[in-house]
């Protein structure tokens, strides 16, 4: 009885932190708006300005991908790992205002307050990477009530990952400021080197080896390769997508959906473990 107790009381502990996490995202309009707006200014730019310059990534031809249809599950992806690692950002807050010293002092674990913290943090990703659906019909891409319960599950495994990235970041962070710089420092490589914004073929020795070890690659195919082949391409044409890199794969082999998915759960949880043991340190 004690132990259900227990299990109980650090059960409720992480609804609230994940509730109260809702409900301070949910107020932030203006954070909502700016979410929703830096990944658009990207798809405006790498989309929309790049599109003629790199054509049709198969060279042109009535049913070959454009650029503006590669970039956009990317563009999600970035919508949602921006905003789950950024959102660790509530953390140092909460220690800088001594809003976590309250919390802490609560007869709950420690490991609650994190998986709180991340499970709030993927919610809100996920919540804030669904917004950017709405602009796929400027785009070409078609969006089935299928393919959108596809992706959520991938959103949302992804999303926890990065958030309990991010937690295991802020953890022993001492202003917000610092978090700031170190955050960004780790963020935008990993963006950059998920295969977002460019196919993954032609690329140096260094850089493939990069992509390979960089979990956010793992996340970001699934959701290209489920929304292309939702779009009811010829199975001809999707051979030479992938191809022509527009799958990931590793020795030479792709990387399924399923697999994809699996190395990003298997991060976030590391990654989880590491939050709760860097947050169950005493300051």
């Known amino acids: 009885p004690d132990q259900v107790s227990r299990t109980a009381m650090t059960m409720g502990a992480v609804g609230i932190i994940w509730k ?22 990207f798809l405006l730019v790498f989309g929309s300005g790049l599109s003629g310059a790199m054509g049709n990534m198969l060279g042109g031809g009535a049913a070959a991908v454009d650029f503006e249809q590669f970039i956009f599950p990317g563009i999600i992806a970035m919508s949602v790992f921006f905003t789950a690692l950024f959102n660790a950002v509530s953390l140092v807050y909460d220690r800088e205002f001594g809003i976590l010293k309250e919390v802490l002092v609560a007869p709950v674990s420690r490991a609650a307050v994190a998986l709180g913290k991340t499970l709030g943090g993927a919610t809100v990703a996920t919540l804030q990477g669904t917004v950017i659906f709405v602009f796929a019909p400027f785009v070409g891409i078609r969006l089935t009530p299928l393919l959108v319960l596809q992706l959520w599950p991938i959103m949302f495994i992804g999303a926890f990952a990065l958030s309990s990235m991010g937690i295991a970041i802020a953890a022993r962070m001492r202003s917000i400021e610092s978090f700031q710089m170190v955050n960004q420092f780790v963020m935008f490589p990993l963006i950059f080197l998920s295969g977002i914004f460019f196919p993954l073929q032609g690329l140096p020795v260094w850089m493939n ?12 195919d699934p959701l290209r390769r489920l929304i292309l082949e939702a779009q009811g391409l010829p199975d001809e044409l999707l051979a030479q997508l992938s191809e022509s890199g527009l799958a990931l ?30 947050i169950s340190i005493r300051d």
């Open 20 to 41: 109260r996490e809702m409900l301070r995202w949910w107020r932030d309009k203006p954070r909502i708006i700016g979410s929703t707006a830096f990944p658009l200014i």
């Open 249 to 278: 794969s590793v020795g030479g082999r792709q990387v399924g959906v399923v697999a994809g998915i699996a190395i990003v759960a298997g991060f976030g949880i590391v990654m989880n473990v590491l939050a709760m043991w860097l």
């Open 209 to 220: 080896v990069l992509v390979r070890i960089n979990p956010v690659s793992y996340a970001v």
